[in-house]
């Protein structure tokens, strides 16, 4: 699939941070983009899944749609993770496969690989170790996802592929503290902190765990590179090739916002895995590169943020 021109591209998930992403990129690939709401289309019910998609029979599929939170609300809901993934997944592949899809990508994410995995981590390095606690249940889940992508190219010949975003961030995340990941919340926190001329704001654990931040554009530019130039089995890391501690991070935040009070650490909080950069090798050698600096985002995430939530 060298070009999406003429072609109907089903995104599930158009709501979420990625979806939402994938279908301002899709714009201007000069494609029919479908996406159905959770009211017109639940993606935990086969039967409808199935129906939808032998209904509009996409050429290609972008399998975004996902249960996801932060650290926080993973280890509060391992079920909801574990089960909604796991059935949103299946039912989506599986009616993909029965509607004779050309393509589909699936997303996961970079909680697939050990806790102490080698970095950066290799795609190679997948189940080589045990999971970080705090989300092995969406881990489990994404897991299988890749696996399921990669049977049916194996049994039935289909061409479908999965990409492995690291944490991801940008317009229309999830701001709330309680279930939200740790960028969108340090914005609202230093946010509220400047505003209620606070002379401090709390972050979760040590501050000395490292991430690597991609901008979703970037993720969604990605993930159309890999659906045009990209068929084969194993999946591929897209991140940006750069990790932070999350205190450095904290203070990047607060100066793009311009809280200049102290940074104090709550370490009742958890820390999860304490460093997961991905190998950008592979995904480089397919000639990708992402396009969006750090602070640079989040300054256009803060006025998102200041816009359509802190003064909607
Ligand atoms: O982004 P985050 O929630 O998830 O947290 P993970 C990253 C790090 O930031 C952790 C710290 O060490 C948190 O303790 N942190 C500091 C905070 N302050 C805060 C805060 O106010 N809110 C949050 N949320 N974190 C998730 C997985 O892991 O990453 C998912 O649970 C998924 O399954 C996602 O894979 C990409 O990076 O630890």
């Known amino acids: 699939m060298e070009s999406l021109a003429g072609k109907t591209v089903f995104v599930a998930g158009h709501r979420g941070l990625v979806g939402s992403a994938l279908v301002r990129r899709l714009e201007s690939e000069d494609c029919e983009i479908l ?42 809901y391992p079920a909801d993770f574990l089960y909604e993934n796991l059935m949103i997944e299946a039912n989506v592949i599986e009616a993909a496969f029965r509607a004779d899809v050309d ?11 050990p806790k102490f995995a080698e970095q950066p981590i290799v795609e190679a390095s997948l189940l080589t170790g045990p999971l970080e606690p705090t989300n092995e249940w969406y881990a489990v889940a994404k897991i299988a996802g890749i696996k399921l992508a990669q049977a049916y190219r194996q049994q039935h010949g289909r061409d479908f592929i999965s990409a492995m975003p690291t944490n991801l961030y940008g ?7 309680n279930s939200s990941h740790v960028l969108p919340a340090l914005i609202r926190k230093a946010h509220e902190a400047k505003r209620g001329g606070a002379k401090e704001m709390v972050i979760w654990g040590t501050g000395s765990p490292r991430r690597e931040f991609l901008h979703v554009d970037d993720c969604a530019d990605a993930c159309v590179h890999l659906m045009k130039h990209y068929s084969q089995a194993e999946h591929v890391n897209v991140g940006s090739g750069e990790d932070i501690p999350i205190y450095d991070l904290t203070r990047l935040v607060c100066d793009v916002v311009g809280f200049g009070g102290e940074i104090v650490r709550d370490p009742t909080k958890p820390d999860g895995t304490p460093r997961k950069l991905m190998s950008a090798d592979r995904l480089r050698g397919l000639g990708w590169a992402p396009k969006v600096p750090l602070r640079e985002g989040i300054a256009a995430t803060y006025a998102w943020f200041r816009e359509h939530v802190a003064d909607a």
Do not use: H
């Open 171 to 177: 317009p229309g995340d999830n701001f709330d503290l």
């Open 35 to 76: 996406t159905a709401t959770r009211a017109e289309l639940d993606l935990c019910d086969q039967a409808a899944v199935r129906a939808w998609m032998r209904d509009r029979r996409p050429d290609a599929v972008f399998l975004a749609a996902a249960k996801v939170g932060g650290i926080l609300a993973n280890a509060t």
């Open 103 to 113: 393509k589909l990508l699936f997303l996961g994410s970079s909680c697939i690989y």
